[in-house]
């Protein structure tokens, strides 16, 4: 299937791209999102143009899954030595599984880069076209979970093809919040099930995880000003699992604003309790079912830093 981006013209000289994560996200699913961050924004909400992209319609997640039982079961179990062999680690095993499983189809991967290049190209289009110069234009981007793998990959993307008119000298970003990143899981299972996935992954560099950026004669420009990363000490996605850092897990790029959500307000008190709220996500057949218990919640991240992300964008 072939979507068009979204197009709209700007109020000012700001735009925000939102990212889901994994699930069947649809036209409007991000609503109530969008609506919680122009909460926060306060009288500023008015300033910015708001693109959600939706890019489950070009890859049917859970149809397609089938296709790769085998694989995702091998990634399932490159997760499960990390997590030692306590009660838990078959859940979250389970769980990130199902989250990370889209990398093993080289296809869709890149048939969702390209539409998210295009989207991007369209924004900037858009604010040229409503009286904003590329130059002048404030581009940020607040993704969740899945959607910060796709990210990375596109901020990689666009520093190295120039092609694509998006290199870190043409658009640098105001803004790029990841929200329970799995990009650094992500490159722990690929890097020990190499033969299920694409060797073209940004987060395969032999450098390791980083910002891109791109060197002119008189200077250096990365793809963004402020790079944060947030997620919380009860999210495995996320790179923490029971109040415990998870190297092997938690992305930790050197430029990073890095920021850890304690989530004790969620009733979650042993790892069987973590189970069950993940375990219950997994049966909804879709993305985590929001509620105060869920900490891979992208709301609660967003209604936990209302105050930091309001600053941030107005910068």
Not at 35 to 57: I, M, Q, V
Not at 128 to 134: E, N, T, Y
Not at 143 to 150: D, E, I, L, P
């Amino acid at each position: 299937m072939s979507l068009a981006p979204i197009s709209q013209k700007w109020p000012a000289d700001r735009a925000i791209l939102f990212v889901h994560g994994i699930g069947n996200a649809k036209p409007g699913d991000c609503d109530a999102l969008i609506n919680l961050l122009k909460e926060g924004l306060g009288a500023e909400a008015g300033k910015y143009a708001y693109y959600p992209l939706y890019y489950d319609e070009i890859n049917d997640w859970f149809k397609e899954k089938a296709n790769f039982s085998e694989a995702i079961k091998a990634l399932k179990n490159a997760i499960k030595p990390n997590l030692g062999n306590d009660n838990i680690s078959d859940t979250i095993a389970e769980y990130s599984g199902d989250i990370i499983w889209p990398v093993l189809s080289y296809a869709a991967y890149d048939t969702i880069q390209t539409f998210y290049a295009a989207q991007l190209q369209r924004m900037i289009m858009d604010g040229a076209d409503s009286g904003v110069s590329a130059a002048k234009q404030k581009i940020s981007i607040i993704c969740h979970s899945m959607g910060c793998f796709h990210t990375y990959e596109m901020l990689h993307k666009a520093s190295d093809n120039p092609l694509l008119n998006l290199t870190p000298d043409k658009l640098c970003f105001a803004n790029v919040i990841f929200m329970a990143s799995p990009v650094q899981l992500i490159r722990t299972v690929a890097q020990k099930s190499k033969a299920l996935v694409s060797d073209k992954l940004a987060v395969l560099k032999s450098s390791g995880l980083f910002c891109p950026s791109k060197k002119t004669i008189f200077w250096k420009y990365y793809s963004t000003k402020n790079w944060v990363s947030i997620t919380g000490d009860y999210d495995p996605v996320g790179g923490y699992l029971m109040k415990k850092k998870l190297d092997w897990a938690y992305m930790d790029v050197l430029t990073q604003k890095s920021i850890v959500d304690k989530q004790d307000m969620l009733n979650i008190n042993t790892a069987a309790d973590l189970a069950s709220v993940l375990g219950q996500a997994l049966i909804s057949g879709g993305p985590p079912n929001i509620t105060v218990n869920n900490p891979h919640s992208w709301e609660n991240y967003v209604k936990n830093h209302q105050e930091e992300i309001k600053q941030w964008l107005i910068a």
